[in-house]
T-cell receptor
Framework: GNSVTQMEGPVTLSEEAFLTINCTYT??????LFWYVQYPGEGLQLLLK?????DKGSNKGFEATYRKETTSFHLEKGSVQVSDSAVYFC??????????FGTGTRLTVIP | GAVVSQHPSWVICKSGTSVKIECRSL??????MFWYRQFPKQSLMLMAT?????????EQGVEKDKFLINHASLTLSTLTVTSAHPEDSSFYIC???????????FGPGTRLTVL
């Protein structure tokens, strides 16, 4: 079946620290992979995506590389800001529109 | 970007009553809307998919008579939790997509607490 496992939070970092949020998946077929971000009081927003192996998705300084050999899609950012504080969800999609989500990781960045 | 709203943002009700949650696409026409449920510290789980003007398709294990979904227009879908019980307490999130576009745009969610 399809499932996503991401590291549990919460994660607390100081401003300008390096961020990694781990995400691994199991899937039938060849999934597309996503990271969504949810800021307080708002809906999930697509942060970045990758549709095939070795693709790198990037946006707003965040990056994630689709690693088929390790079935992973870890989210990284070299220098986090207070404004990056949010909940981050890893997700996959196979075939139709159905998305399968991880449990979410809450990130808090302190000045 | 595309905006999806939900109303109410939170609701508390008594056991046995029904609660309606609205999901609206504010600046685009949503041919497909999705309803998810999220329990604490768990993933978002897809409950059902609805296409405008047709019956919703429910995921396995979701009771269609308990969770009534109506997608009567291209900008509005409603989820009614009938005869709610405390175990229905959860965070309900909708998303919307337009024809030919697979990206889903998410609402901010509705927290339901059943006493």
């Amino acid at each position: 079946g399809n499932s996503v496992t991401q590291m549990e939070g919460p994660v607390t970092l100081s401003e300008e620290a390096f961020l990694t949020i781990n995400c691994t998946y199991t899937a039938t077929g060849y999934p597309s992979l996503f990271w969504y971000v949810q800021y307080p009081g708002e809906g999930l927003q697509l942060l970045l995506k990758a549709t095939k192996a070795d693709d790198k998705g990037s946006n707003k300084g965040f990056e994630a590389t689709y690693r088929k050999e390790t079935t992973s899609f870890h989210l990284e950012k070299g220098s986090v800001q207070v404004s990056d504080s949010a909940v981050y969800f890893c997700a996959l999609r196979t075939g139709a529109n159905n998305l399968f989500f991880g449990t979410g990781t809450r990130l808090t960045v302190i000045p | 970007g595309a905006v999806v709203s939900q109303h109410p943002s939170w609701v508390i009700c008594k056991s046995g009553t029904s609660v309606k949650i609205e999901c609206r696409s504010l600046d685009f026409q949503a041919t497909t809307m999705f309803w998810y449920r999220q329990f604490p510290k768990q993933s978002l789980m897809l409950m059902a998919t609805s296409n405008e003007g047709s019956k919703a398709t429910y995921e396995q294990g979701v009771e269609k008579d308990k969770f009534l979904i109506n997608h009567a227009s291209l900008t509005l879908s409603t989820l009614t939790v009938t005869s709610a019980h405390p175990e229905d307490s959860s965070f309900y999130i909708c998303s919307a997509a337009t024809t030919g576009e697979r990206e889903q745009f998410f609402g901010p969610g509705t927290r339901l607490t059943v006493l």
